[in-house]
């Protein structure tokens, strides 16, 4: 399977449009499946009300494609403040003047028209901004991005269902290895070379890792259970000291969304009760609760760097690819990706999409916590702003990777870095184990 030919004018502009278009259809899904109350309201302080994230998705359009890329005049320049992210804080935004939502609709339709006509006449080359579509592909990472956040809303919200999809397909218990060993060398980790990237992924360079096993399958809600069971939340060996005193100060004893009645497990999904499936990767959990797990199974967090190796490193072709089955984009059959479903597939689905290693569900089903800090690799450079990585570089950050089933393919690669503190809870993150094998392979 190989990559797209990114260098083909037409094909690029195909590309970049249908990328801008999914996510689009996506936004609008979001936003009229409930009432405008719904829309203004802020369901959680950790999220921003669901017109700030539309007219905002509008506003970064306007700003990066139609001023910078384009060289326009600003359309409403009285509202950046507004949808400036870094000016306020979420908790702030509903006493905001915000668009009320019909005009919010507007403002972000009338973007995205005079947006594709200068898709229509860009020439891909010129500027680090227009090469490759660059600045295209990534105002359709950024509304995808705030899409799973948005998705992330509608799972905090109370009240009835407002989204439904259909579940994955039903997959026979895995029953293949619990493990699988990477062995120790170098790879090439991130990447120079594909075209929408962001600055984080980048540059490519070479890493040296040890031999070490991971999970072939993510952490299942069963397993956690047994975790659970154990009285693993009421035991401070297995937590960090920080989120010892976070999970007792919060009185936190199960995943978010979860509850116990009758004698089995239930959730909350989408405003729909349910028991806990089994045989899904748990979801819901903050970095402390995945660590604290690891340690309780003996085992510990996969870093970044060997999670990446899992997942991209070929040993036959002695090579890094764009994603563990290869260099192709994701297909249905790779992959759990895009909102097709509103939940994990069972852990050990998706063959298609295992890696040359034999490990599964890598891209898509749960983020995947990693034992390391968010920090820039060797020769990073901020582009095209240092707000989108730059200054969250630091030991505050824990790395997730492989992306969700809220995660859109455009927002997903081997490559594709996503961060967030070790508390974070309501996103849709899980983890896998790893352990050393140098012992076992000397």
């Not at 990477?182 to 991130?190: D, L, N, R, S």
Request: with cysteine.
């Amino acid at each position: 399977m190989t990559a797209p030919d990114l260098t083909d004018p037409e094909t690029l502009r195909e590309r970049a449009l249908a990328a801008l278009t999914t996510a689009r259809d996506r936004t609008a899904l979001l936003t009229s499946c409930v009432e405008d109350p719904d829309l203004t309201a802020q369901h959680s302080p950790l999220m921003s009300p669901l017109v700030w994230d539309l007219a905002h998705i509008g506003n970064q359009e306007e700003m990066w494609l139609l001023r910078e890329v384009a060289g326009r005049d600003a359309m409403r320049p009285e509202i950046d403040g507004l949808y400036d992210a870094f000016e306020h804080p979420r908790a702030e935004r509903p006493s905001l003047p915000l668009l009320p939502p019909d005009e919010a609709r507007r403002y972000a339709a009338e973007v995205r028209g005079r947006a594709l006509d200068v898709l229509e006449g860009t020439r891909f080359r010129g500027t680090p901004l227009t090469e490759a579509g660059f600045a295209f592909g990534m105002i359709a990472q950024h509304e995808q991005q705030h899409d799973e956040t948005m998705l992330i809303t509608h799972q905090l919200r109370k009240g009835p269902a407002a989204l439904t999809a259909p579940d994955p397909a039903p997959a026979p218990p895995f029953t293949g290895p619990a493990e699988v060993l990477v062995p120790g060398g170098p790879f090439t980790m991130g990447t120079s070379a594909e075209p929408w990237a962001l600055d984080n992924e980048r540059p490519a360079h070479q890493r040296l890792v040890p031999p070490f096993f991971i999970d072939t399958t993510p952490v299942t809600n069963a397993a956690y259970q047994a975790f659970i069971a154990d009285g693993g939340y009421g035991d401070p060996r297995w937590w960090t000291p920080d989120g010892w005193t976070h999970i007792r100060s919060h009185s936190i004893e199960a995943p978010l969304f979860w509850r116990r009645e009758a004698g089995q497990w239930l959730r909350r999904r989408f405003g729909v009760t349910e028991v806990v499936p089994p045989d899904e990767p748990v979801l819901h959990v903050s970095w402390y609760e995945a660590d604290a797990y690891a340690r309780w199974a003996g085992r510990r967090l996969p870093t970044e760097t060997e999670w990446e190796k899992a997942a991209r490193h070929d040993p036959a072709a002695d090579r890094s690819t764009r994603y563990p089955w290869g260099d192709a984009d994701p297909t249905p059959e790779h992959a759990n990706l895009g909102q097709r479903h509103l939940r994990p597939a069972p852990a050990g689905s998706y063959p298609a999409g295992e890696s040359p290693l034999g490990v599964r569900q890598l891209i898509g089903d749960v983020w995947e916590w990693t034992a390391s800090d968010f920090l820039p690799y060797p020769g990073f450079t901020a582009f095209p702003y240092k707000e989108y990585s730059e200054v969250f570089f630091g030991p505050e950050h824990k790395v997730l990777r492989g992306g969700s089933f809220a995660v859109d393919a455009v927002a997903c690669r081997g490559t594709f870095r996503n961060w967030d503190y070790p508390i974070r809870r309501q996103i849709f993150s899980g983890f896998r184990t790893a352990r050393d094998a140098a012992a076992e392979t000397a």
